[in-house]
């Protein structure tokens, strides 16, 4: 009885340890949908939408609500202010409670040439206001941005940027982000992109992403008189 009681720890063990998904193994998606309504001359509202699967368009692991006010200091700087919430699975081989989160955040965004290459830069400070099951934990990060964008021709172009994201009181919290995508102009104001993001997370995971995103621009100031 007790060899049998053995036998059957040692064959769970390995059929749990075998059940295991290793996020590195598996593609994943990632879906954005992000929308700017220029309401003045200065202002604007910004609004963005991300879900993630921690698998092809399956296995949750991450939804963001964003709300955005920007000022246009001028066409190439802008500053914004953001409020967010996001639901979060953290565990990607077990159903377990989600956290959520409250994020509040402050950005500068400013665009330049350098040559002819079209360069975008964001840094952006957010507080993030951590809810987990057992724990609360409120944490600042750190995020810088460079990007560019070239246009194949009036419908088709290429996006590429590069992220570092950091949070100077956790330890091992340096995260890196890669994208490069094709994008179509649906219209003057309208894009969709298509792309791959490399992740390089705070736990070492070299993780491969496929990003869909629709990007909506709607100018009010149009619309008066």
């Keep these: 009885m007790k060899k049998n009681t053995i036998l059957l720890g040692v064959l769970l ?36 939408t991300y879900l993630w699967h921690y698998e092809l368009n399956d296995n949750f692991n991450f939804l963001l609500l964003n709300f955005g006010y920007n000022y246009h200091f001028n066409p190439k700087l802008t500053g914004t202010v953001f409020w967010g919430y996001a639901d979060i699975d953290s565990e990607m081989n077990m159903s377990s409670p989600h956290s959520s989160e409250i994020r509040l955040a402050e950005q500068v965004a400013f665009k330049h040439k350098l040559c002819t290459i079209p360069l975008d830069h964001r840094f952006r400070i957010e507080h993030r206001f951590l809810r987990k099951p057992n724990s609360k934990q409120n944490v600042a990060r750190l995020r810088y941005r460079l990007g560019t964008k070239f246009n194949l021709n009036k419908i088709l172009f290429v996006r590429i940027h590069n992220e570092i994201l950091l949070s100077p009181k956790l330890k091992n919290s340096s995260e890196n982000r890669f994208y490069s995508g094709l994008g179509f102009n649906i219209s003057k104001s309208n894009n969709f992109q298509l792309g791959y993001m490399n992740r390089n997370t705070p736990n070492k995971d070299n993780l491969h992403r496929i990003q869909m995103a629709l990007f909506i621009k709607i100018d009010f100031r149009k619309n008066k008189n």
């Design 13 to 48: 063990t390995a059929c749990y340890s075998y059940a295991q998904i290793n996020p590195e193994d598996k593609w994943a998606t990632w879906y954005g949908l992000g929308g700017n309504y220029r309401i003045s001359e200065k202002s604007s509202i910004e609004t963005f």
